[in-house]
């Protein structure tokens, strides 16, 4: 008989999932990963992942909690560059609204 042996980085984070399945709290708010496959949130207290995001190998950017400063950061110079963009789109339209109206004025004068 075969055993399978595990590294003990994934037999802790298994471990600290099912305690965290166990005894965590059900959070109001879900996580985005729990959001998005529709999972129960559960969280213990003073951790700050929850336990579908300790399962999760990938996954090591658990917002149960909200975001972080970096990541209000991020949102905060996205809506800059966004901002900025629609007012040079913006400007550009005017432009084009005037070089349109000036065009239609000579159209009216050659009339």
């Known amino acids: 008989m075969s055993v399978i042996r595990t590294s003990k980085s994934v037999a802790s984070r298994?471990?600290?999932y099912f305690r965290?399945?166990?005894k965590g709290v059900i959070m109001s708010f879900k996580c985005n990963r729990c959001f998005e496959k529709n999972l129960e949130?559960?969280?213990l207290p003073n951790a700050i992942r929850c336990d579908e995001c300790i399962r999760s190998i990938s996954n090591s950017d658990?917002?149960?909690?909200g975001y972080t400063v970096g990541n209000w950061a991020r949102v905060a110079r996205e809506e800059a560059r966004l901002e900025a963009e629609e007012e040079a789109a913006a400007k550009l339209e005017q432009e084009a609204f005037a070089r349109r109206m000036r065009i239609r004025r000579q159209q009216k004068v050659l009339r």
Request: with cysteine.
């Open 14 to 16: 298994q471990n600290i």
């Open 20 to 22: 965290t399945k166990e």
């Open 41 to 43: 949130c559960r969280v």
């Open 62 to 65: 658990c917002n149960v909690y």
